[in-house]
RNA sequence: GUCUUCGUAGCUCAGUUGGAUAGAGCGACCGCCUCCUAAGCGGUAGGCCGGCGGUUCGAAUCCGCCCGAGGACACCA
């Protein structure tokens, strides 16, 4: 747990708090109650390594200007038992504060000591968190939008992680429902062809079109033979669903291994069917009158939570729609798992079907408020500056399997976390495998095998990496060495933000620039060949990036390569 | 039409609850390896923050209207 760069802000805000009470009781203030101030990284920082607008807020309370405000907080002000050594006035009333050195040799000191744990807290204290992704329909391959919504969902989810939450990962499967009865329709029809000839059996237009059910149906003919060809269409449908799903879903989970994500638990919408919770759901929304029946169906009376329509829970034919078994789903999740907070991530084209989800948990006696959705806008593929919707391939739209076999792993999973969830992003193929500057994951990696490289070197001339005395890590005084150090102390603070606005692109911004940071340390500053002491202090300071680079690296599943 | 995500440098995008001269990467141009990986670093050029109003000491940020782009509005999931 790190805790150098929040108590610094803290011990801050308290010394410059207590300059102000100091101010008022000698009469140089008036008595008012002191406003909730701010203490921020300034935009630019050579304006100091934190920024206070104490002054400027109080103007009003205080009727003073606030540049005198201001002079009289720094004359007040007992730096001490902070980091910073130094105030500074700018502008209309900023206070600009300064780090001391011990700042610097603090946050080194910490992050070796705290090594793959830098970075985590307690901040989520422990909530349980189910971040629902993918959940991919089980009737067909996987989409780019399900590859975007991997990346960032299981990005996401390692984020809470490190914030000191308690997280779950889960795959919804839809194995039961209208789309199954579609599936199962869809492999009667390319299995009587397989004996019929495709002219004699007519195939559902709403069926699904795509090749793998063909194939599904031939690997099932290739077992069974014609022996479903003279019975029940029902019976002859249930048996190519009950042996084409498995496999489906088998598939899919190794096409999401092969994208490095591993789920915790795998949520069979048949079980809610099949154990009563849906009848259950339905039922509570009954008895609390948030239906009614109207045209032989049962609906739910989404108008009542300030929703546009109302919606259908159990058709005219009996059978319930996905809404009332998402209903049942999400209170699973809450009610009979125990989850304090549910973050599901599904396409954009979800967008109306979030309003009435929260507000059928409030219908169902939940809280509404506790479910987040994020939603993923477009990704478009883009190659040789046009954009690409097929595959040249298989002439299909490209989907998640194909997006692998043409892009490295850790590409995707950088490129997906590149942008926030809520913007349309461009996937360059070229980019994402060209092995240069250009490409921000090969820049990331770099640094990290520069380093590595580096240790080698030194390792071959007798030299490895140890514990540095304050002093000698005190030497660390360039510019680009305390700049770079700054940027380390504040991760477990990024992490935390990034968790806050579920944003792990956050995570990936600071990534880039801790690489840019160690770069022009690498080229300001010598390791080898220096003094024993300070060869000994920036190794240490080398040993702090790449620790940190892996962590983050690590925590987005992308590879942190010795060499390049 | 209603809802929704957006509009910032040539391109892709940052810009943290309103704050200091609006930033970065790429692309363009000019430099830097007898020295730990040049997959790097430095410099130059490039802007009416979509437009018009309003709130404020202060607006890219908040509010209203307009213009433009994507998406959603099923007894589908």
Redo the contacts with the bound molecule.
């Keep these: 747990m790190s805790k150098i760069e929040l108590q610094a802000t803290e011990n801050l805000k308290s010394a410059i708090t207590a300059a102000m009470r100091s101010g008022m009781e000698k009469g140089l203030l008036p008595k008012a109650e002191i406003p ?1 101030f ?7 920082l ?3 390594d934190r ?1 206070a ?1 104490a002054a ?2 109080s ?2 309370a205080f009727h003073m200007a ?1 540049r005198k405000i201001a002079e009289t907080i720094k004359q007040e002000l007992d730096l001490g038992g902070t980091y910073f050594d130094r105030c ?1 006035i ?7 504060f300064f780090f001391g050195p011990r700042f610097y040799v603090d946050v080194v000191k910490e992050v070796l000591a705290a090594g793959p744990l830098y970075g985590r807290s307690n901040w989520g204290k422990k909530e349980k968190v189910m971040v629902e992704y993918v959940s991919a ?1 089980p009737t067909g391959p996987m989409h780019m939008g399900n590859a975007r919504g991997g990346a960032l969902g299981d990005c996401l989810a390692s984020v809470l992680d490190a914030a000191g939450f308690d997280v779950t990962r889960e795959f919804y499967v ?1 194995d ?7 599936f199962g329709h869809s492999l009667g029809a390319r299995y009587l062809q397989i004996y019929k000839g495709e002219d004699a059996v007519e195939f559902p237009e709403d069926g699904y079109h795509g090749d793998d059910i063909k194939d599904r149906a031939a690997e099932f003919a290739k077992v069974n033979g014609d022996k479903y060809v003279d019975v029940s269409a029902e019976e002859r449908e249930k048996a190519l669903v009950d042996y084409a799903l498995p496999r489906n879903i088998t598939k899919m989970k190794a096409d999401l291994e092969k994208y490095r994500i591993v789920y915790d638990s795998w949520f069979l ?1 048949s079980t809610l069917h099949n154990d009563g919770e849906l009848d259950e759901a339905i039922q509570i929304l009954k008895d609390r009158g948030m239906t009614y029946e ?4 049962l609906w739910y009376r989404a108008t009542a939570n300030g929703a ?2 109302d ?2 829970l ?4 009996g ?5 009332a ?2 209903i049942a789903y999400h209170r699973n999740k809450f009610l009979k798992r125990g989850f304090q907070r549910v973050i599901d991530v ?8 979030v ?1 009435r989800m929260k507000g059928a948990m409030d219908a169902i006696g939940l809280d509404g408020s506790k479910l987040d959705v994020i ?1 993923i ?2 990704v478009r593929l883009v190659r040789g500056g046009e954009v690409v919707r097929m595959s040249k391939r298989t002439g299909k739209a490209i989907g998640l399997a194909d997006l692998l076999d043409e892009v490295p792993v850790d590409a995707a999973r950088f490129y997906f976390n ?3 969830a ?5 996937f ?1 193929l070229d ?1 994402a495998v060209k ?6 994951v ?2 990331v ?3 990290h ?2 380093i ?7 390792a071959a001339d007798g030299i490895q990496p140890r514990k540095c005395t304050d002093e000698e890590l005190a030497l660390l005084t360039a510019p680009e060495e305390k700049d770079l150090i700054r940027h380390l102390s504040i991760c477990t603070s990024e992490i935390i ?1 990034s968790a806050r ?1 579920y ?1 792990p ?2 995570m990936m ?1 600071y990534l ?2 801790l ?2 940071l ?12 220096e003094g024993k002491s300070l ?1 000994a202090a ?1 190794l240490d300071l080398c040993m702090a990036a790449k620790t940190v680079l892996n962590n983050i690296l690590s925590m987005f599943k992308i590879t942190a ?4």
């Excluded at 109207?294 to 169906?297: E, N, P, S």
């Excluded at 159990?314 to 034919?317: A, D, L, Q, S």
């Excluded at 059978?319 to 809404?323: D, K, N, Q, S, V």
């Excluded at 809520?422 to 461009?426: C, K």
């Design positions: 909730d701010i203490v921020e990284v300034p935009a630019d050579s304006h100091g920024a607008n400027m807020i103007a009003k606030p500074e700018a502008g209309p009333g900023f206070m600009n329909n839809n039961a429902g209208n789309q199954i009865l579609k919408e109207k045209d032989g169906a546009e329509k919606e259908v159990v058709r005219g034919n059978t319930p729609t996905y809404f078994a998402d599904w396409g954009a084209d979800h967008h109306g079907h309003a939603l806008q477009l590149l942008r926030e809520t913007s349309q992003m461009d360059d980019l092995q240069d500057s250009q490409n921000p090969y820049y990696q770099y640094a095998a520069r590595c490289s580096l240790l080698k070197n030194l933000a606005d944003d692109a956050r911004r880039i620039t690489a840019t160690f770069h022009k340390f690498y080229t300001a500053c010598r390791v080898k060949g060869t920036r390569p010795e060499s390049m």
